[in-house]
Nanobody
Framework: VQLQASGGGLVQAGGFLRLSCAAS????????MGWFRQAPGKEREFVAT????????YYAVSVKGRSTISRDNARNTVAMQMNSLKPEDTAVYYC?????????????????WGQGTQVTVSS
């Protein structure tokens, strides 16, 4: 299984980015997907998750209301629109594929991870 994340970059505070992740190697639509992030000097943390069919989503408090996770099972992609970005959103963002179909914020529930894409928000 391969996950290829893209869409990161440098943006000013208040701006927006759309992260995307392309998956291959197993039946994408069978599994929930998630986004995590890791800021410098900090542990990786949960950001958002989406169920196998896109019907259920869940967000970390830190991004809720500013971010929207979505998926396109026909294209084997998952995306996250991030608006009103803040300097504290600066991190490497990782997409991950869950072991099951339901949403989960637990890292151990994910068995495949992408390489990460850097998001830097300047103040």
């Amino acid at each position: 299984v391969q996950l290829q994340a893209s869409g990161g970059g440098l943006v000013q505070a208040g701006g927006f980015l759309r992260l995307s992740c392309a998956a291959s190697g197993r039946t994408f639509s069978n599994y929930a997907m998630g986004w995590f992030r890791q800021a410098p000097g900090k542990e990786r943390e949960f950001v958002a998750t989406i169920s196998w069919n896109g019907a259920v989503t869940y967000y970390a408090v830190s991004v809720k209301g500013r971010s929207t996770i979505s998926r396109d099972n026909a294209r084997n992609t998952v995306a996250m629109q991030m608006n009103s970005l803040k300097p504290e959103d600066t991190a490497v963002y990782y997409c991950a594929s869950s072991r099951g179909w339901a949403i989960t914020q637990t890292e151990d529930d994910y068995d495949y991870w992408g390489q990460g894409t850097q998001v830097t928000v300047s103040s």
